[in-house]
């Protein structure tokens, strides 16, 4: 997830981009000092230089030149491809062999100087099959390997319902993982969360293929909302609340936390929930969906001997036969389906083991009914989110529906005071309001800073810390 352009291509046969794609490109290209090709025949450098000077010319056409232009191959040492990479305006991988490309990314160690680009990221073919966060080379092998992870999406290319070869390979794949099949001159476009498509492209999930509709996309569109966290990493580390410190003792006095203890919290963030549990000293175990938070968490704790984190989806990770006394979640869970989340964290706990959710509620409009008056005529004129939440369902009591013990659900109280700049930090790091599109977010939020200002500069939240706690049948 970031607040740049991802865009996905199958292919341009004939070297043009069509009208529409380059209507989309250029208002995301406002500066175009450097365009970097990353490639996909690391070794075939007269290719390279052809392929790389005819796909600038593509831009060139469509009156989106570039100061200058480079390709990334087996030529470039490791610390000049990271220097292209750091100073792009634009990224492209190009086609070719999709896993010779990722290879070379990890030859001159430019994964994350890529995932760190302010830069306009594209991919074609095997380009765009890697900028993925699950990519299958059908033609090398259809054993599934992690691509960059810039979209949550695979990605397979040239698509064409009469070649029966790369249909009954299309087919076979989508048994192993739910694959986008693009025809040509086809692209699918990620910033932010939100999802654009253009040209045909087929939806095929184990075995069965569809037109992607405007329903799909959404489904694609809750997808990538699942790691819009993943854009502010610093803001959230910064902004978002903590909890109670008697909730933590409460929760540690439950779950009988400490040395020996395994510990799983699903989705840290970049640790709000995190400290009393490590400090316990027992085997603490992330995962964490957001490759920029992962990155935050590993910074922070990295160096404790207790700590173990992975970077991958809770819903689809194979844990082998781990299992755990305590799992918790602060304000995560509510992001899985409750029919996932409740057996696959059943089936994870050992007998007696506690699952633990967290969630903060919070109001202000007691401390300051003209305030509160004030912010919701901004809410009306103003939120305009353009994904929708769809996550807010989730059943915290429904554990016994699934095997667990009766839930028992405790509360703790907390009040925190933030001036107009504090307050608009925190808004910026609620998914609804990271997604209200430019300009409205601006006015918005500028609104919700005078508000606070006309109100003697601060705003007073009461909090009701929430902790619901169940257990796995001895």
């Not at 899985?336 to 706990?349: D, Q, V």
Request: proline share 5%; aromatic share 10%.
């Amino acid at each position: 997830m970031r607040k740049q352009l991802i865009g996905l291509f199958s292919g341009f046969p004939n070297r043009h981009f069509t009208e529409e794609i380059a209507a989309r490109l250029k208002p995301e290209l406002p500066v175009r000092k450097s365009l970097v090709f990353i490639s996909a025949w690391p070794e075939e450098f007269e290719r390279n230089d052809q392929d790389s000077d005819g796909m600038h010319a593509m831009f060139e056409e469509k009156n989106m030149p570039f100061e200058k232009h480079a390709v990334i191959d087996e030529r470039t040492s490791p610390s000049e491809a990271k220097r292209l990479i750091e100073e792009a305006s634009c990224i492209f991988l190009m086609g070719g062999n999709a896993t010779a490309q990722m290879a070379l990314i990890k030859e001159k160690d430019i994964a994350d100087a890529i995932k760190d680009s302010d830069a306009v990221i594209l991919g074609v073919s095997a380009g765009s099959m890697n900028l993925g966060k699950t990519t299958i080379d059908i033609w090398e092998s259809m054993e599934p390997y992690e691509g960059l992870g810039m979209a949550n999406i695979t990605i397979l290319s040239h698509f064409d319902t009469a070649d029966e070869e790369r249909h009954e390979k299309v087919l076979a794949a989508s048994k192993i993982h739910p694959v986008c099949a693009m025809d040509d001159l086809s692209a699918i476009f990620v910033k932010e969360g939100r999802v654009d498509t253009v040209g045909t492209i087929h939806y095929v999930e184990d075995g069965n293929i569809r037109l992607l509709d405007a329903d799909l996309v959404k489904e694609l569109e809750q997808e990538e909302y699942r790691k819009v966290f993943d854009i502010i990493p610093e803001q959230f580390d910064k902004y978002r609340p903590k909890y109670s410190d008697e909730l933590f003792s409460s929760l540690i006095d439950y779950a009988k936390v400490g040395p020996g203890t395994r510990v799983l919290e699903i989705g840290p963030g970049t640790g709000q929930a995190t400290d009393p549990i490590l400090r316990t000293g027992c085997e603490y175990h992330a995962i964490e969906l957001g490759e920029h938070l992962y990155r935050k968490m590993k910074e922070k704790y990295g160096d404790l001997p207790n700590f173990h984190i992975v970077n991958d989806d809770f819903i689809t990770h194979d844990f082998g036969e781990e299992k755990y006394d305590l799992i918790y979640s602060a304000a995560t869970i509510q992001w899985i389906p409750e029919e996932i989340a409740y057996p696959k964290i059943l089936s994870l706990l050992k007998p007696g083991g506690v699952l633990a959710m967290m969630l903060t509620s919070s109001e202000y409009r007691s401390n300051d009914e003209e305030l509160y008056e004030k912010i919701q005529k901004l809410y009306d004129a103003y939120f305009k989110p353009d994904i929708p939440y769809t996550h807010g369902g989730f059943r915290y009591t429904a554990a016994p529906e699934y095997g667990y013990g009766e839930v028992e659900k405790r509360e703790f109280f907390g009040k925190r005071t933030m001036n107009a700049e504090e307050y608009v930090a925190f808004s910026g790091t609620h998914c609804t309001h990271i997604v209200i599109p430019e300009p409205i977010r601006k006015k918005f939020f500028q609104g919700l800073h005078d508000a606070v200002e006309e109100a003697g500069g601060r705003i007073v939240f009461n909090d009701t810390y929430i902790l619901y706690l169940t257990k796995k049948p001895d």
